[in-house]
């Protein structure tokens, strides 16, 4: 069980805190945020610690997958009633088989080595920390090759008066 306090936050916040945390294990990889500055600022209710956990996790995944030189891509859109971050890389991608399963705790595809340090956990919990705040995190192949993983969670119509913007 995790603890989660949803407050009202800025989407693009969560994305710059996940940058500025994971810059360090780029290891000459970019993490690229492809942001539409053409639409006004997106907010939600969201644990915003928590979420940050769950943003760095498929980050710092995404970097372990991505090629020397290679690019993570992150993003953020509104659909609805959600919020939906996006993490993108051009590694290998999941066989789909193995789809579902990586997000169970402790699993490890067939013939997959252990990453040192790591527990298998990481996915299992984003999609906990997630649910708890009625949101979900989901898997998809990425065009052109990889992965993209996206958190949704819920959105907030905000009104800019309230938040002191004129």
Same mark, same amino acid.
């Given at each position: ?5 949803? #407050?009202?936050?800025?989407? #693009? ?6 940058? !500025? @945390? ?7 990889? !970019? ?5 539409? =500055?053409?639409?006004?600022?997106l907010y939600g209710v969201f644990d915003f610690v928590q979420s940050l956990r769950v943003l760095v996790n498929l980050i710092e995944n995404a970097l372990r997958f991505t090629p020397p030189g290679g690019e993570v891509e992150l993003g953020v859109r509104r659909?609805?009633? @959600? ?6 890389? $051009?590694?290998? %991608? ?15 595809? =067939? ?5 040192? %340090? ?8 984003? $999609?906990?920390?997630?649910?708890? @705040? ?10 052109? %090759? %990889? ?12 009104? @800019?008066?309230?938040?002191? =913007?004129?």
């Amino acid at each position: 069980a995790f603890a989660v306090t949803p #407050e009202l936050n800025a989407a #693009e916040d969560v994305v710059g805190a996940a940058i !500025r @945390q994971c810059a360090a294990l780029a290891d000459g990889k !970019r993490i690229h945020a492809a942001l539409d =500055e053409t639409v006004p600022a997106l907010y939600g209710v969201f644990d915003f610690v928590q979420s940050l956990r769950v943003l760095v996790n498929l980050i710092e995944n995404a970097l372990r997958f991505t090629p020397p030189g290679g690019e993570v891509e992150l993003g953020v859109r509104r659909e609805g009633r @959600q919020l939906v971050w996006s993490v993108s890389d $051009r590694g290998p %991608g999941i066989a789909e088989n193995e789809r579902t399963r990586v997000f169970e705790a402790f699993y490890r595809p =067939e013939g997959s080595l252990a990453d040192r %340090g790591r527990a298998g956990l990481g996915l299992a919990i984003a $999609r906990t920390i997630a649910e708890a @705040q009625g949101g979900s995190v989901t898997y998809h192949d990425r065009d052109g %090759g %990889g992965s993209t993983f996206e958190i949704r969670l819920p959105a907030a119509d905000v009104d @800019q008066i309230a938040l002191g =913007e004129s």
